[in-house]
């Protein structure tokens, strides 16, 4: 494969996905000036060579996801979905089906905390919101994924759940979801594993990405570079915040056959946050 991959994308690059099919949810990602943990794992995972399904609630963000790596020399296909529509999940699986044939990896790059708040102060609506997007979301792309590599004994899942899921949090949903999708990872590698299917999931910590940084500085009016710092004391590892790169080179991994012994393990990939005690 030829071009010039974003910087980040590439290091190494040796074919660790090359000949597989890659559906990458949240592939796009919200306007910022650094680039998004979906973005980055759909660019990491073509640079290694794989073809990539890029599904994403916002066309228009999936397709610049397409563009780059298609500026690069990969291959990826553009799906428009609301995952907390069964319909919509069912079709994006089609659609990696019908443009590639198989599907090889699920990565589930989903979450949101639009609308949360303390157990109190929260409501139905809102609930419901974060619960469908993190955890029903995450569900149903496997459900309507896990037939088509199940037909072939073999396929590689990798969930993006987050180190709220057991570290103390400041809204509700966002916690309970997150744990959700560790509690969900560890029963569907329990249950496909006699299908050949591996299922692990990463718990990304403070990372500088658009939703991080872009979504909560212009929710609080917070300066960004204020912001950023305030994240970077609270990691443990060089106080400084990981990159959306982080998550991709782990999620690169697990969706690796380097991994092909890993099942059912939720990787932390936070600088050491959720080893603080007191």
Request: negative net charge.
């Amino acid at each position: 494969m030829s071009g010039d991959w974003p910087e980040g994308a590439t290091t190494p690059s040796d074919g660790r996905l090359a000949g597989k099919v890659a559906v990458v949810v949240g592939a796009g990602q919200t306007p910022g000036t650094t680039i998004g943990n979906g973005r980055a794992t759909a660019l990491r995972f073509a640079a290694e060579g794989a073809r990539i399904v890029a599904v994403d609630r916002s066309a228009d963000s999936a397709q610049e996801t397409c563009d780059l790596i298609a500026a690069a020399g990969g291959e990826a296909v553009a799906v428009a979905a609301d995952i907390r529509q069964e319909d919509d999940c069912a079709a994006a699986v089609a659609a990696a089906l019908d443009a590639f044939g198989v599907i090889d990896v699920l990565h589930n790059n989903v979450g949101i905390g639009a609308g949360d708040s303390n157990a109190v102060d929260l409501d139905v609506r809102g609930w419901e919101l974060v619960m469908d997007v993190n955890l029903r979301g995450t569900w149903l792309m496997c459900k309507h994924a896990i037939p088509a590599m199940r037909q072939r004994g073999a396929g590689a899942i990798v969930n993006v759940s987050s180190i709220a899921a057991v570290c103390n949090a400041p809204l509700i949903t966002y916690k309970v979801s997150k744990a959700g999708v560790n509690a969900l990872t560890h029963q569907l590698a329990m249950d496909e594993a006699r299908h050949g299917i591996r299922v692990n999931a990463i718990m990304p910590g403070l990372m500088d990405t658009p939703m991080a940084i872009e979504n909560v500085s212009k929710a609080f009016g917070v300066d960004r570079d204020e912001l950023r710092a305030q994240r970077a004391r609270m990691v443990p590892l060089r106080r400084q915040q990981g990159t959306a790169w982080d998550v991709a080179n782990a999620a690169l991994f697990l969706a690796s056959d380097e991994a092909a012994f890993i099942t059912g393990v939720v990787l932390a990939v936070d600088g050491g946050q959720s080893g603080k005690v007191g």
